[in-house]
C-alpha cells in the first residue's frame, strides 16, 4: 500500500480523479490478491472489490495543522488510551487539529508498533453506509499519506479507508476518538461492502 500511496502523490498533482481510479483499482488488486489481505478467509472468493462513494473534488484539503489550544475537545498530553477493537488499548498523542469547513480533526501521534501520524473520523454515515467505529485518512507509518510537511497535511476524504478489523475481527484496529467526530455525513471515499448487496 506504501507503494501505491507513492503512486497517488504524484499524480493527483497533475489529474486527481485519474488518479483516485487508478489508486481504487491497485487496491482492489491487492485486497484480492496480497496474503496479508484484510478481507476475512471465508469471503475472498467472492470479493469483487470494494464499494466506493463517486469522486467529489469538493472534498479535498490542504490544511494547516495548528497547535491545540484550550477551546479543543483534547489537551496536548502524553499518550491516552483509545480503545480499539476487541477490547484492546492503543496509546494515541494528540499532536494537533485540522480544521475544515465541517469540523476540526485532531491529529494524533501512534506511541505504539512504530509510531506515526494518525488521523481517524467518524461521520454521519458512520454504522449505515460506513463502519461504525469509523474510518481512517492517514496512518503514516503505513504509508497511508498524501503528503504535507511539517505544518501542513493533505486530508482527502476520496481517500478515506475502512480499518482492517471492519473485514475480519482477528484485526484490532483503533476507533475513531469521540473529538474527531464531523456533524455531517461524508459520503467520500470506502463505503461498507454490504452497501453493494443491498443497492443490488
Not at 42 to 70: C, E, H, K, M
Not at 79 to 92: F, N, P, R, W
Not at 169 to 178: D, F, G, T
Not at 185 to 199: C, D, F, K, T, Y
Request: with cysteine.
Amino acid at each position: 500500500m506504501a507503494a501505491t500511496y507513492a503512486d497517488a502523490r504524484r499524480d493527483r498533482r497533475l489529474d486527481p480523479a485519474a488518479a483516485l481510479a487508478r489508486f481504487r483499482l491497485a487496491k482492489d488488486e491487492l485486497f484480492a490478491r496480497h496474503p496479508q489481505t484484510p478481507i476475512a478467509p471465508t469471503n475472498r472468493g467472492a470479493f469483487r472489490g470494494l464499494d466506493y462513494w463517486p469522486y467529489d473534488p469538493a472534498l479535498q484539503f490542504d490544511v494547516r495543522v495548528r497547535p491545540i489550544s484550550t477551546s479543543d475537545a483534547v489537551a496536548p498530553v502524553a499518550a491516552s488510551d483509545i480503545v480499539a477493537t476487541g477490547g484492546d488499548v492503543m496509546q494515541l498523542r494528540p499532536v494537533g487539529v485540522v480544521e475544515l469547513p465541517f469540523g476540526a480533526l485532531t491529529v494524533y501521534w501512534i506511541d505504539v508498533y512504530g509510531g506515526g501520524i494518525f488521523v481517524p473520523f467518524r461521520d454521519l454515515t458512520c454504522g449505515i453506509a460506513s463502519y461504525g467505529g469509523g474510518r481512517y485518512l492517514l496512518d503514516t507509518v503505513k504509508g497511508a499519506d498524501l503528503g504535507g510537511d511539517d505544518d501542513h497535511l493533505v486530508i482527502d476524504f476520496n481517500y478515506a479507508y475502512h480499518p482492517s478489523c471492519s473485514y475480519d475481527a482477528r484485526w484490532s484496529c483503533p476507533l475513531a476518538p469521540p473529538a474527531n467526530t464531523l456533524p455531517v455525513a461524508i459520503e467520500a471515499g470506502e463505503r461498507m461492502l454490504s452497501v453493494v448487496a443491498s443497492n443490488g
